[in-house]
């Protein structure tokens, strides 16, 4: 039997996927990592009302009134979601995408899509955790996993696309 040289073969766009997920997988643990450490370990939403005395008071009771017994989840989410926001630009951009061009732009489109996946992903722990009281541990991965499809395709053929890059190019 004749031995046979098989080499996997990996076209530019699965290699980028590659990339990406390897990005991914790093934005998340960030992400939950001050997700956890916001949510669990400093729960800034209660210490910031706290902190602000009776106006804070007042904000609780409101809350309280809406059947709201905290934001403690959803502010954590949004902190986390920043921080891997700032890491993912910055990988995708040199290192997943290659992007050459205005950087000024490419960070334009990066967060109006990123702002689109925290209101997206904020609003489904605000709802499932904070309303429905569901754990955490079950919501987070689920709503950080749709996000980050979104975000590939957005960021694949909006934000580091070439083509965008080219038209404004010819444009500008």
């Known amino acids: 039997m004749k031995e046979r040289n098989m080499r996997l073969s990996i076209t530019p766009h699965t290699k980028q996927l590659i990339k990406f997920a390897i990005v991914g997988c790093l934005n998340v643990l960030i992400t939950f990592i001050f997700f956890f450490l916001c949510y669990r370990q400093w729960p800034l939403a209660s210490l910031i ?57 490419q960070i334009h489109r990066f967060f109006i899509l990123n702002i689109l996946g925290l209101i997206l992903s904020t609003s489904i722990i605000f709802v499932f955790v904070d309303l429905l009281h569901t754990s955490y541990l079950v919501v987070w991965p689920i709503a950080i996993g749709i996000v980050m499809v979104l975000n590939f395709i957005g960021n694949k053929y909006w934000t580091f696309s070439e083509a965008s890059l080219i038209e404004h190019s010819v444009r500008g």
């Open 49 to 105: 009302l706290d902190a602000m005395g009776s106006a804070g008071e007042e904000v609780k009771q409101t809350l309280f009134k809406l059947n709201i017994h905290s934001i403690d989840a959803a502010l954590a989410n949004t902190i986390g979601y920043i921080a891997g926001m700032i890491n993912s630009f910055i990988l995708n951009k040199r290192w997943t995408f290659e992007a050459k061009g205005r950087t000024s732009r």
